[in-house]
Antibody
Framework: EVQLVESGGGLVKPGGSLRLSCAAS????????MNWVRQAPGKGLEWVSS????????YYGDSLRGRFTISRDNAKNSLYLQMNSLRAEDTAVYYC????????????WGQGTLVTVSS | EIVLTQSPGTLSLSPGERATLSCRAS???????VAWYQQKFGQAPRLLIY???SRATGIPDRFSGSGSGTDFTLTISRLEPEDFAVYYC?????????FGPGTKVDVK
C-alpha cells in the first residue's frame, strides 16, 4: 500500500521558515517524480513544486521561486520542502504527491500538513 | 499559463441521477493531458481520471472522462451517496500545470 506521510507543519510568524518532510513507503520512491501541492483554507488546489526522480529537474510555481526549495533523499525515501520568507498567503495544507508513471498527473496523495503563517 | 474554467460551480442532484461536469481550457491542452480529482470534506484529493479518459486504479466505471483540445467532461453515470464532493480538473500538458477552481456536487 502506498503511503505518503507529511510532517513539519505548524504555526510560524511572517518572515519565518519551516521545513516540511514526507516519508514515502509502499512503492519504489527513487523512480517517481514527486510534488508538493497546497490548498489554502476553503480554496482550490495549487501546484507548488516538482522534483524528478534523480533530482535533475526541479520546478516551482511562479509565486514561490526563490523562497521555497524542494529536495529529496532517495536513500531515505523522503521528500522535503524548505520554505523561507513565509507570508500570510502561504497558509495552507501542503500535500506530498506522487506523480503518475506516464505523466504529471497526481496519482497518490498524503493526508497533508497544515502550515499557518500568522503573527 | 493555461487557465481552466469549471462549470457549473455547484451542481445539485439526487442520488441515482447523472452528473456532467465541464472543464474548459484557455488554450488547447497538449496531448489532452487532463486529469480529474475528487475531494471530500477534510480529505486529500483522489485521482479519478487521467489522460482525459483513463480511469485510475480502483475507480468505479460510473466515472468516465472525455474531451479533447480545450473542452473536457467528467460524467458520473448514476450518483451514489459517496459521490457528493468537490471535483477538480487539472491540465499537465503545458507547464505550469494548473487546476480548475472546482465543481461542488451536492444533494438536491
Amino acid at each position: 500500500e502506498v503511503q505518503l506521510v507529511e510532517s513539519g507543519g505548524g504555526l510560524v510568524k511572517p518572515g519565518g521558515s519551516l521545513r516540511l518532510s514526507c516519508a514515502a513507503s509502499g512503492f519504489t520512491f527513487s523512480v517517481y517524480t514527486m510534488n508538493w501541492v497546497r490548498q489554502a483554507p476553503g480554496k482550490g488546489l495549487e501546484w507548488v513544486s516538482s522534483i524528478s526522480s534523480g533530482s535533475d529537474f526541479i520546478y516551482y510555481g511562479d509565486s514561490l521561486r526563490g523562497r521555497f526549495t524542494i529536495s529529496r533523499d532517495n536513500a531515505k525515501n523522503s521528500l522535503y520542502l524548505q520554505m523561507n520568507s513565509l507570508r500570510a498567503e502561504d497558509t495552507a495544507v501542503y500535500y506530498c504527491v506522487r506523480a503518475g508513471a506516464t505523466g504529471s498527473y497526481y496519482r497518490d496523495w498524503g493526508q497533508g500538513t497544515l502550515v499557518t503563517v500568522s503573527s | 499559463e493555461i487557465v481552466l474554467t469549471q462549470s457549473p460551480g455547484t451542481l445539485s442532484l439526487s442520488p441515482g441521477e447523472r452528473a456532467t461536469l465541464s472543464c474548459r481550457a484557455s488554450e488547447s491542452v497538449s496531448r489532452n493531458y487532463v486529469a480529474w480529482y475528487q475531494q471530500k470534506f477534510g480529505q486529500a484529493p483522489r485521482l479519478l481520471i487521467y489522460d482525459a479518459s483513463s480511469r485510475a486504479t480502483g475507480i468505479p466505471d460510473r466515472f468516465s472522462g472525455s474531451g479533447s483540445g480545450t473542452d473536457f467532461t467528467l460524467t458520473i453515470s448514476r450518483l451514489e451517496p459517496e459521490d457528493f464532493a468537490v471535483y477538480y480538473c487539472q491540465q499537465y500538458g503545458n507547464s505550469p500545470f494548473t487546476f480548475g477552481p472546482g465543481t461542488k456536487v451536492d444533494v438536491k
